[in-house]
C-alpha cells in the first residue's frame, strides 16, 4: 500500500469518521433523554395528583382542592397547577403560568376527555405544561387540572450541548492535526531514521546491526535489502575469518609436529650415545653398593645416583615416544569405565592427600572409538598433576556429549595457573614444579596422545578457583580434530 493512502486510511479518515459519529450520537442522546424525563414526569405527577382532585371536586370542597395543589409543588421543577371547570374557568391555582393555555383550549380538553402537553413560552419563561381532564367515576368531567414545570433543564442541556459541540470540534481538530504529525512522524520519519542508525553503526564497524522490517511497505522493502547485503557481508567475513582461524591453527599443528619430529630424531641420537655410558654408570654404581666395606651413606649416595640414571632413562624414553608417530589403536569404550578405572590408579594418591574426587558423567554414558590405555594415561597425567598443586582439595571431572563430539573438562580448586604460562603448558620441558621434581613432558604427552586421537585440548581458568582442562573426543572416526588451545 502506498504511503499516502496509508496515511489517509489509518489516520485521517478514522478520526473524521470517530469524531462525527461520536458528536451525532451524544448529542441526539442527551436531547432524548432530557425531553423523555421532562414529559414523562410531568404526566406522571398530572395522573397521581389528578385522581385526589376529581374527589375534591365531587364534594364541592376547597381544602381538599388546595392541599393536593400543594403537593404538586413538592416535585422538582414544579412551578403551577391549576384547577379548571369543564367551560375553562378557574376554580383554583397556585404557582406560576396560569395563561398557558386559552379558555378554548381547556374546554376542548374537557370535551374530547384526553390529556394534552405542549411546551409553551409565558413572561420570557419556558415551561411544559399538561391539561388533564378530571372525570368522575360516572364518566362526567367535573374539571380540568394544568401542571407546569418549569423548562429550565432544557435550557441548561442546550447550553451545555452547544459547549459539547464545538468542544468536540476542537479536539476533533487538533485530533486531526496531532494524527497527521503522529502518522507521518511514525510512518516517515522514525523509520527513516532507523535506516540511517543502522547504516551509522555498521559504517563505525559493527557489522552485526539489523533493521527492523516494520512501517510501510517501501520501508520494508528496504530494510529486507540492507539486511540481505548486511549479511552477505557478515557470510563473507565470518568465512574469511574461519579460513584464517583454520590455516593459523594448521600452522601451529605443523609448527608444534616439527618440534616434536626433531625432538625425537634428538631423543634417539641421544639415546643411542648415552646409553651405553648410563647402564655403565648403573651398572657399577649397582656393584659398589653390594661391596660390604662401604658404609650406609656411601650406600644411600649410590642410590640417589642409581635413581637419578633411571630418571634420565624415563625423560629419553619418553622424548623418543613423544615424537614418534603414532597409529592409534581404537575400541569401542565406555566413558564411566575409564574414569573408574583412572580413579583406580590414583586413589591411593588422591587419599594421601585429602583429595575428593567429584565425578558428573552423562547417563548413560557416551560409548566413544579410542584407545583405552592411552585416554587412561592422560586423564591420570591431569590427576596426579593436581595431587601435586599445592592446597587442592577437590577434583571435578564433568564430561557432555553433544551430538558426535564428546567434551571432557578435569577441574581442580588449587592456585591454577597463571595467564602467561597458559599458552606454553604444552610445550616440552616446560614445568612450574622445582627441578628434579617434574620433567615438564607429561601434558606434552598429553597433547600428544589426544592429537592422535583427532581431539582438542585447552587449559582455562576453572570456576573452583583452580586449573581447568577441556578436552574434546570425536565419538567416531569421521570428525575432524584439533589442537592445543
Known amino acids: 500500500m502506498r504511503l499516502r493512502n496509508l496515511i489517509i486510511i489509518t489516520v485521517i479518515a478514522p478520526l473524521f469518521l470517530v ?3 461520536f458528536s451525532l450520537v451524544a448529542i441526539k442522546s442527551l436531547e432524548d433523554n432530557v425531553r423523555s424525563r421532562l414529559e414523562r414526569e410531568v ?15 365531587a364534594r364541592d370542597v376547597t381544602e381538599p382542592l388546595e392541599e393536593s395543589l400543594y403537593s404538586a409543588f413538592s416535585f422538582h421543577r414544579i412551578y403551577g397547577a391549576y384547577v379548571f371547570d369543564a367551560n375553562g374557568q378557574e376554580i383554583y391555582g397556585l404557582g406560576l403560568g396560569q395563561a398557558l393555555f386559552s379558555p378554548e383550549t381547556i374546554r376542548e380538553v374537557a370535551e374530547d376527555g384526553e390529556m394534552r402537553a405542549a411546551y409553551r413560552e409565558h413572561d420570557g419563561w419556558h415551561y411544559y405544561s399538561a391539561l388533564k381532564p378530571l372525570t368522575s367515576p360516572t364518566g362526567e368531567v367535573r ?13 441548561n442541556y442546550t447550553g451545555f450541548l452547544s459547549q459539547l459541540a464545538l468542544l468536540a470540534f476542537a479536539i476533533g481538530a487538533a485530533g486531526v492535526m496531532l494524527g497527521i504529525w503522529w502518522g507521518f512522524r511514525r510512518h516517515i ?13 555498521v559504517e563505525e564497524g559493527d557489522r552485526n546491526q539489523r533493521a527492523e522490517a516494520e512501517g510501510p511497505q517501501e520501508y520494508g522493502r528496504l530494510a529486507v535489502a540492507l539486511n540481505g547485503m548486511l549479511d552477505a557481508m557478515v557470510e563473507k567475513d565470518a568465512d574469511i575469518e574461519a579460513r584464517r582461524r583454520k590455516e593459523i591453527e594448521l600452522e601451529k599443528r605443523l609448527r608444534k609436529s616439527k618440534k616434536l619430529a626433531e625432538l625425537g630424531v634428538l631423543a634417539a641420537g641421544v639415546a ?22 662401604i658404609g650406609d651413606d656411601e650406600r644411600a649416595k649410590l642410590g640417589r645416583i642409581r635413581s637419578e640414571v633411571e630418571r634420565i632413562v624415563e625423560i629419553v624414553r619418553q622424548l623418543m615416544e613423544l615424537g614418534r608417530r603414532h597409529n592409534v589403536e581404537k575400541e569401542a569404550l565406555d566413558l564411566t569405565s575409564l574414569v573408574k578405572a583412572t580413579h583406580e590408579l590414583v586413589e591411593e594418591d588422591l587419599e594421601q592427600h585429602a583429595i575428593r574426587l567429584q565425578l ?7 560409548q566413544l572409538l579410542a584407545n583405552g590405555q592411552q585416554l ?6 591431569l590427576l596426579l598433576n593436581a595431587t601435586q598443586a599445592e592446597g587442592v582439595q577437590q577434583i571435578r571431572i564433568r564430561a557432555r556429549q553433544a551430538e558426535d563430539w564428546l567434551t571432557l573438562w578435569v577441574e581442580d580448586d588449587g592456585p591454577g595457573i597463571a595467564g602467561a604460562d597458559q599458552s606454553r603448558v604444552f610445550d616440552p620441558f616446560f614445568t612450574t614444579k622445582p627441578v628434579g621434581q617434574g620433567s615438564g613432558l607429561g601434558l606434552s604427552m598429553v597433547h600428544r596422545i589426544i592429537n592422535d586421537h583427532g581431539g582438542t585440548v585447552g587449559v582455562f581458568d576453572s570456576e573452583l578457583g583452580g586449573a581447568g582442562f577441556e578436552i574434546g573426543l570425536p565419538l567416531d572416526d569421521t570428525t575432524e580434530g584439533g589442537t592445543a588451545t
Open 360 to 366: 558428573d558423567l552423562p547417563d548413560p554414558p557416551p
Open 272 to 293: 643411542h650415545e648415552i646409553g651405553a655410558p648410563l647402564t655403565v654408570i648403573n651398572g657399577q654404581a649397582q656393584r659398589l653398593a653390594r661391596r660390604n666395606t
Open 43 to 57: 404526566q406522571v405527577i398530572t395522573h397521581v395528583i389528578g385522581t385526589t382532585l376529581t374527589h375534591a371536586l
Open 189 to 201: 520519519e522514525r523509520p527513516l531514521e532507523r535506516l540511517l542508525a543502522v547504516m551509522q553503526r
Open 19 to 21: 469524531l462525527l459519529i
Open 376 to 381: 587412561i594415561q592422560v586423564l591420570t597425567n
Open 143 to 155: 374539571g380540568v387540572l394544568q401542571v407546569n414545570r418549569l423548562n429550565t433543564g432544557i435550557e
